[in-house]
């Protein structure tokens, strides 16, 4: 026994190192009009996330770390993609940066499955089309789209080149694309419309059916891991209608007791991080029941740093200073501000829904034009679209003040107020103390009578009109 103990060790380690090597893949490629000196590749919760270079020529050599099968992204510049990415097999893609979608090709291991996934992307943009003339239909014709779609996608499905068991995946996939599509159409329609359309009761009732508890779809399906958002919202609702005594904390607790998977688990308990914010007055205790519902020290210091947050962000404390670039020249502390209401707004140029509120903002600027409060919006664009920023400020003319703030969602400002989602909006008083982390959005309803409230508040200077 004691003499086999050597040959014993010996496979243990070439296992070991077998296993370190299996770990991790080579993921090449080249990247033609590219701009851009960095390719970033990452995960799905962005667990693992990494830069590596591209070189003059476009090449680039990424050694990523793939402890599972699953779609992975990687990002050049703004626009991002999915890849497949298989432990041990190694990817090589070639992509011209200026028709970035159409003209991935993959190569190496993985090509098949990556291929298939470009031509399965292209299909169903080819069939959405314009969203607007997809979406805002009768529900009637819409599921009839959509049933279209999937059909035409399964059909692709089959005569593809894909493995029986990838098939088998890519069809449970499709799926979830079909659900997600059917989950999304209230979304659309009422953006597009600006009223809801009529669904029957029952509607989302294939959303709250759906089986959380799959590992294999949380790494593979997009569309999955939004329905285990849109799963805890609408069986919250319904279960919390049916059970007015229920709260959102039990119904997460009951929920995920029987779960399995530890990242559907860790979606739900991330959905309660919405309760760490100004104007909870439960939130010490709040905290002390979500905390365990984390399994990940990850998951728990972001808790933890939205609890944290949320108690240096109560009404009438101090704000934390600023001091940024201003467009119109100079730098502008909040200090510079203090004598006014401050409303401020939070956005970049990349920013959709920011876009989309600036121009209920550049009309609440115009309407308090001459009143004792001060609008100020700050860009956190990265430093190489500062110029897009320069750009886009006198081109949206929203007016206000117009603040660039270069070290982004890392400066002390954006911290203290833990900004990660924009657009962001909060107020200050004359004095620069907190009013509200989170106020409401320029487009919404309650925007005025918020700062009406306050600007006629106690507390607020008055200033003669001589």
Same mark, same amino acid.
Request: no cysteine; aromatic share 14%.
């Given at each position: 026994m004691i003499a086999q103990l050597p040959t014993i060790l010996f496979f243990f380690l070439l296992s070991a190192c077998s296993t370190l090597k299996d770990s991790h893949i080579i993921f090449s490629g080249n990247v033609k009009n590219s701009v851009d000196e960095v390719i970033t590749v990452s995960n799905y919760n962005s667990t693992m996330r990494e830069d590596f270079p591209i070189d003059s020529a476009g090449n680039f050599k990424a050694n990523v770390k793939v402890n599972k099968d699953g779609y992975y992204f990687f990002k050049i510049g703004r626009p991002y993609s999915t890849v497949r990415f298989k432990k041990g097999k190694n990817v090589h893609v070639d992509i011209d940066?200026? *028709? $970035? $979608?159409?003209?991935?090709?993959?190569?190496?291991?993985?090509?098949?499955? #990556?291929? $298939?996934?470009v031509k399965k992307s292209a299909l169903r943009s080819e069939f959405v089309g314009d969203p607007k003339d997809y979406f805002v239909v009768p529900l009637p014709e819409f599921l009839s789209k959509i049933k279209v779609t999937r059909d035409a996608v399964l059909e692709? +499905?089959?005569?593809?080149?894909?493995?029986q068991e990838d098939k088998k995946l890519e069809k449970r +996939?499709?799926?979830? @694309?079909?659900?997600? %599509?059917? *989950?999304?159409?209230?979304? /659309?329609?009422?953006?597009?419309?600006?009223t809801n359309a009529e669904l029957p009761d029952d509607y989302y009732q294939p959303i709250i059916d759906i089986n959380i508890d799959d590992d294999e779809m949380f790494r593979h399906s997009g569309a999955y891991r939004n329905l285990i958002v849109a799963n805890y919202r609408h069986a919250s609702?319904?279960?919390?209608?049916?059970?007015?005594?229920? !709260? +959102? +904390?039990? =119904?997460?607790? #009951?929920?995920?007791?029987?779960?399995?998977?530890? @990242? !559907?688990?860790?979606? =739900?308990?991330?959905?309660?991080?919405?309760?760490?914010?100004?104007? *909870?007055?439960?939130?010490d205790d709040d905290y002390r029941q979500i905390m365990p519902l984390f399994t990940s020290d990850r998951m728990k210091r972001k808790l933890e740093a939205k609890y944290k947050s949320a108690l240096e962000t109560v009404s009438g404390k101090e704000?934390? @200073? /600023? #001091?940024?670039?201003? =467009?119109?020249?100079?730098q502008t502390s909040l200090k510079d501000l203090s004598g006014k209401l401050i409303y401020i707004d939070v956005w970049a140029t990349w920013c959709g829904p920011c876009l989309k509120e600036m121009p209920s903002l550049k009309k609440l600027i115009k309407d308090y034009k001459g009143k004792n409060v001060e609008f100020v919006s700050i860009s956190i664009d990265h430093k190489k679209d500062y110029e897009k920023w320069r750009k886009m400020v006198p081109e949206k003319n929203v007016g206000g003040v117009q603040l660039y703030d270069a070290e982004?969602?890392?400066? %002390? /400002?954006?911290?203290? $107020? *833990?900004?990660?989602?924009?657009?962001? /909006?909060?107020?200050? @008083?004359?004095?620069?103390?907190?009013i509200t982390a989170h106020a409401p959005r320029p487009s919404s309803d309650e925007v005025r009578g918020f700062i009406d409230k306050h600007l006629n508040g106690p507390g607020v200077m008055k200033f003669s009109s001589k």
């Open positions: 940066a200026d *028709n $970035f $979608f159409k003209s991935r090709q993959y190569s190496g291991e993985v090509s098949v499955e #990556n291929n $298939f996934s692709l +499905i089959e005569k593809s080149s894909l493995s +996939i499709a799926e979830y @694309d079909y659900l997600q %599509t059917y *989950n999304n159409y209230q979304k /659309f329609y009422s953006y597009h419309k600006k609702k319904k279960a919390m209608s049916e059970d007015s005594s229920l !709260t +959102i +904390i039990e =119904f997460v607790k #009951n929920k995920i007791s029987n779960v399995k998977s530890l @990242d !559907t688990r860790e979606q =739900f308990a991330s959905m309660l991080m919405r309760k760490m914010k100004q104007g *909870n007055d439960n939130i704000s934390v @200073d /600023f #001091n940024y670039e201003n =467009f119109s020249g100079g982004g969602l890392s400066s %002390t /400002f954006m911290k203290a $107020f *833990n900004v990660g989602l924009i657009p962001r /909006f909060m107020m200050l @008083d004359y004095k620069g103390k907190i």
